[in-house]
């Protein structure tokens, strides 16, 4: 059942702060059986009357909204949730490391500026999430803290989380937070959330503040959401998105601005190709009941702005998964039903898309991961060695022992890539891509773009649905044999909305109806919008897109032995 | 790495604040005679057979209330490592905001070297690994800097010989961000301070346009003057705020002009970069001996390689090998995502040039023009206390000029006021060894000084003594000064100049004796001195005693 809210604020009846509280300490005592979700945790977690006991009194504040009377008394509607934060976003009272041996019991002095909206708003900084070595990998596997999976590593059948943000989804996947905050830089959201059957959000670049994210690619950072329904994702988007001084490329007022005149424009566009939109396919008539009165009644507003909906045909990649094939065509469908205008469309240049994000990402991973030498902060140095190897080459035996292998991988990748011999060929050539990607993104949606001068587009589409992973969540002990270079591929489909900087979410597919549901069977299918219309992705997974599952019981967990005794619960 | 924090600082050779006056005058004068005879053990400035060309790139440290990319302080007397902020320590998660307080300051020096300002300009990352420089890369603007395209003509002014001109050119000036203090503690530890790290620089790029190692040191000098002119720096090259990279390479002047060629300059040999020079007489220095050193290998029949290398004051006659092209560091730069454009308005450009305060040069000349200054008082007065002593003196001869009772031609004053400004003034300042202040002598008083001396009413000896007391201290009104210590001038009477001369006379017969039967007129100014000591040496004048006491002396004799 989807949330109720009105205002933005949740209804009293959905507030059940009490018995997460309990399963929240039931299951965050060992969390290594868990999957290893967290790498630090609040202190509150182990004083269980405080955490009850607050989670209570948020309980009972939300209760007493009942008549509509106490809203100004909530600091927002997350007020006394519980949020888990991946651990490349500075906390100030929990150590941030990256997941990485290099910030191992780094404790910043500043919070970011997420974390600090986050906490003005009520909510509970509950623990950091595991991640892959600064965001360096599509697994989760990376860690320097263990890798997380969906499952007990040590035996069959553990699945594969999803990565980056990993820890994040199987935090919220496990109850132990409402919602989680990560980061997207290729798909690192929205995979772990295809993977575990969540929902997972990835704004427009610059509509979140990254001031206090450790940066892996600095023009690629997104700080995104995780959560069970679009619903939540909604109000923690409400929370986070505003304009941030100290993080010179998030949007201004001013831009923000721009982007409601161009979503004006939109607005404009739809009303006068009314004559465009046909009626031959929308065969309003067969919809389910239910489907139908949805359609009439609740959603009219949004129904007059999302009218038609493009699927790009390069998407449709010979490496795609049948099961992932079968739940596109029927999410296609599913919205025929509901009168959208489903329209092929093509964005020539996604084939590259996926080479370019892998030399630009590096190349600035390679600039970013530069600072750490342990020199000011981080991990201590030990040997006379950590300032010169035998070459001579500063710091190279400290950042060899103290970074891990991807990220060494990636850190040569981006250097050569940038070395002088190699930049014409690779980074410049890969910059010209990202501009072709953004293009091309351009010249298909009805929106304009609010910051470039594209050619306005007659009768584009309002959103984009693709696939967010080629396959449903693999088995771990599948991805130990897999080269690099495979395990890149999972960020096919979500690398092309990064480049261009679009709003994407990704929500849980439709189930088969010829076999059981299974955490092995997850797809995720993703709503990718126009740059700064973060709102309609949002609004169109949640009133569109939500009702192929139960998503409040909607079994996430790969279960054996261990998980057994909490997997009813 | 950084000369200018060495212990071997190199002594202020033209211009420092701290130097005495006189010296800095000699200095100037010895500088200016630099253009016959050249240093002994040194090469001649320009040679028969090979052509010397050299690019300059200097590095300013911007008059800035803020750092580059952090609104951290950059007071700099303070406590190592207090002024940073998380990102000037390179912190995770921390972001670079520009300050718009740099652009004005650099915006004036770009239009004082008369380059053209890009109106839009980003800013580039340029990688290299060292504990000065905490996040492994620097924030510059290699792609796309704020002003390309100036010029810097040298004249006679800046010591060239009379009647030549040098047009330098200048590629472009960039915005960037300074490194850490680093400070050698033993063998084993460096010390660094991070309150210079991410201060504002500008580099200036020159096009090897220069020909001559005193050329070299003359454009850094005339760069530093103009760049303090405008206040676009606060400190000079002895304190560290200006440091210059020189390239450097030869050609034979007979030679056909093939060869490597630098921003549209064909024919040039291989070139070689001479780090971090934070002297003028440094950079003549180092040109010179690498310019020396590589005719040497060229006529050993040898090449010239393409390496990296540094000087030092310790032996100033070498430069030695920092690192060669094999170990050349690819700084693989890239624009910075974090930050965004640059946008200059064509309203604040308009705005700088019309404000842009006036250039040594020209300062220069409207002294001589209109306060009838001789040359090189002008560019003195122009140069001392960055211009204070300057606006000390036109306050001076605005006071005179009210105080004098009859219209009187500026020039006159003007002479008179420098001389007092200058000369007076500043030998008191170099015998006490004080810091120049505007207040150790009011304007008003040193103006009622002069002008009692114009007078007439005071003698300048007596002028000097009351310029003395004030200057030490005495706060008493002139007029009571004069009034107390009997300083008055009246006008004495050939009579009584004679009698007291003769008093004098009968006090050193020996003296007397030297003069008349050896000839020592130099004991008559030992007579002249005691006579200026008598209780009425305020109204006595040097000519008057001379005569009284020659008339005295030989009129006894013969």
Redesign the interface.
Known sequence: MPVRFDRGHRDWRDIYLFRTAKTILRRSQFPPHYGNPYISVNKSLHDPEYLIGRLKRAQRLHRSTENWNNYNILKSANDGHTVGIKDNILTRNLPTTCASRVLKGFCPSQDATVTKLLEKAGMLVLAKTNMDEFGMGSHSMNSAYGPVTNGDPRRQGALSVGGSSGGSALAVALDLAHVAIGTDTGGSIRLPAAYMSLVGFKPSYGMISRYGVVPYANSLDTVGIIAKSAADIRLTFDILSQPDASDPTCLTTGSRTRIRMAKNRRRVSVLESKIHFTPAFTPREKAPPIARARARNMFLFQRSFVRRIGVPLEYNIAEMHPLVRWAWTATLSHLQTYGFEIVPISLPSTKHALSSYYVLAPAEAASNLAKYDGVRYGAPRTRPSDDDDKAGTLYSGYRHDNLGPEVQRRILLGNYSLSAGAMDNYFIQAQKIRRMVQKDFSTVFRMPHAFHDYAPVKNGVDVIIVPTAPTPPPHIQFLKDASPVESYMNDVFTVPASLAGLPAISVPGPRHPDFPWKAERAVGIQVIGQYGDDFSVIYFAQNFLTNFHNLKTLDRLQHDKVFKEFGSS | MDESDSPLLPAPRWYDDNAPLRKELKDAAKAARKTSASAPSESPDILPDWELTVGIEIHAQLNAARKLFSSADTYPTVEPNSHIS?FD??????????QPAVVLPALRAATALQCTIITKSTFD?K?Y???DQ????QITQYYNPFAVGGCVVLTAEDGLEEGREVVVKIKQVQLEQDTARSQEEDGATTL?DFNRCGQALIEIISLPDLHSPREAAAYVRKIQSILHAIDAVTTGMEQGGLRADVNVSVRRRDASHEGFTYAGVTGLGQRTEIKNLSAFKGIEDAIKAERDRQIRILEAGGVVEGETRGWSMTRPNETRRLRGKEGEI?Y???PD????PLYIGLDLIKFVRQTLPPLPTELAKMLVEEYGLSATDARTLVLLDDGDRLIYFQKVVAELSSLATYSVPQPDLGKMAANWVLHELGSLLSTDERQWSDKAVPFDKIAEIIHRVREKQITGASAKLILKLVFNGDSRPISQIVRQEELAFSEMSAEEYQAIAKEIVEKFPKHVKDIVEKGKTGKLQFLMGQMMRHPRKGDMRAPEVEQALRQVIFAGKS
Not at chain 2, 337 to 340: L, T, W, Y
């Open positions: 998380a320590i390179a912190l995770p998660g921390s972001l670079p905001v520009f990352r990688h690994f060292y504990h905490p996040a492994g890369y660094i690819d693989r730069y890239m995502a974090d930050i965004p």
